[in-house]
Antibody, heavy 123, light 107 residues
């Protein structure tokens, strides 16, 4: 069965960086794009970007360009999301989410999600 | 594309019918609209994709409809486990956006 297991909660100071991991299992890791979505406390869902685990290509949402880096390690079926220059309003739960298929086939919705990683930014 | 969900909160009793709305700021393909359910402390769960196709394992009391700019999620008879927040989602090759959510609470 498909599983996305994320790393544990983090507490960071303003200006620091955080790196969250998402380990995939139960499917062909390189066959499906992985996205990152975050949710501030009591708020809605905010899309951050995607990574193609096969090629390593990335696309980031405008609001995160220059601060976010998504990478992958195919040897351990894991993707990473690093966010730098952290601010208090980056406090949120960060999710990885796997797409069901290709956008060209209208299947790039999220069929599986990680359990979420709480990142708290506080001085 | 901005997605606006209404109402923000829906107060209903178990057994009642829930109708949730999602309006897009511009016309979107019905193939590119999904709905998710989120319970407190949990990740979102896919309910509907392609505006009207139920995801695997989703009960048939959940149905989606709509086209163009107006989409609807209907829960025919609310079960106790259906009280949650629901998000609509537009997906495309260039952008992924979410509505702000509708909370379905017990009246």
């Amino acid at each position: 069965q498909v599983q996305l297991v994320q790393s544990g909660a983090e507490v960071k100071k303003p200006g620091a960086s955080v790196k969250v991991s998402c380990k995939a299992s139960g499917y062909t890791f390189t066959g499906y794009y992985m996205h990152w979505v975050r949710q501030a406390p009591g708020q809605g869902l905010e899309w951050m970007g995607w990574i193609n685990p096969d090629s390593g290509a990335t696309k980031y949402a405008h609001g995160f360009q220059g601060r976010v880096t998504m990478t992958r390690d195919t040897s351990i079926s894991t993707v990473y999301m690093e966010l730098s220059s952290l601010r208090s309003d980056d406090t949120a739960v960060y999710y990885c989410a796997k797409v069901a298929g290709y956008c060209s086939e209208s299947r790039c919705f999220f069929d599986y999600w990680g359990q979420g990683t709480l990142v708290t930014v506080s001085s | 594309t901005v997605l606006t969900q209404s109402p923000a909160t829906l107060s209903l009793s178990p057994g009642e019918r829930a109708t949730l709305s999602c309006r897009a700021s511009q016309s979107v393909s019905s193939n590119s609209l999904a709905w998710y359910q989120q319970k407190p402390g949990q990740a979102p769960r896919l309910l509907i994709y392609g505006a009207s196709s139920r995801a695997t394992g989703i009960p048939d009391r959940f149905s989606g409809s709509g086209s163009g700019t107006d989409f609807t999620l209907t829960i025919s008879r609310l079960e106790p486990e259906d009280f949650a927040v629901y998000y609509c989602h537009h997906y495309s090759s260039s952008l992924w956006t979410f509505g702000q959510g509708t909370k379905v609470e017990i009246k």
